[in-house]
């Protein structure tokens, strides 16, 4: 699977940007889709998840409420939306795949992705 992130840049805060992460290669329908995030000197951390069928989804605590991840197995892309944004929210965004197999808790760790984009750029600043 090759996967492509777009979306990013520079937004104020309580802002929104609409991430996508277009995949193409094997059967998209049949991966979990994450994000995750790396700011600058942080490891990287999970945002959210949404297993094969769409209809399972979980988030950090820190974006709950604010973001959602969806994803369109039709189009072979997965959709960050994020709204009320924050500075702490100011990372590199990577989309990844993993197999549909993992339990849910599983899909928390980034070891458990096989695949991954190449990050796009989000900068919450006045």
């Known amino acids: 699977v090759q996967l492509q992130a777009s979306g990013g840049g520079l937004v104020q805060p309580g802002g929104s940007l609409r991430l996508s992460c277009a995949a193409s290669g094997r059967a998209f329908s049949n991966y979990a889709m994450g994000w995750f995030r790396q700011a600058p000197g942080k490891e990287r951390e999970f945002v959210a998840v949404?297993?094969?069928?769409?209809?399972?989804?979980s988030y950090a605590g820190s974006v709950k409420g604010r973001f959602t991840i969806s994803k369109d197995n039709a189009k072979n892309t997965v959709y960050l939306q994020m709204n009320g944004l924050k500075p702490e929210d100011t990372a590199t965004y990577y989309c990844?795949?993993?197999?549909?197999?993992?339990?849910?808790?599983?899909?928390?760790?980034?070891?458990?992705?096989?695949?991954w984009g190449q990050g796009t750029q989000v900068t919450v600043s006045s």
């Open positions: 990844a795949a993993a197999p549909s197999t993992l339990i849910l808790s599983a899909l928390w760790s980034q070891e458990s992705y096989s695949f």
């Open positions: 949404s297993r094969r069928s769409g209809s399972s989804t």
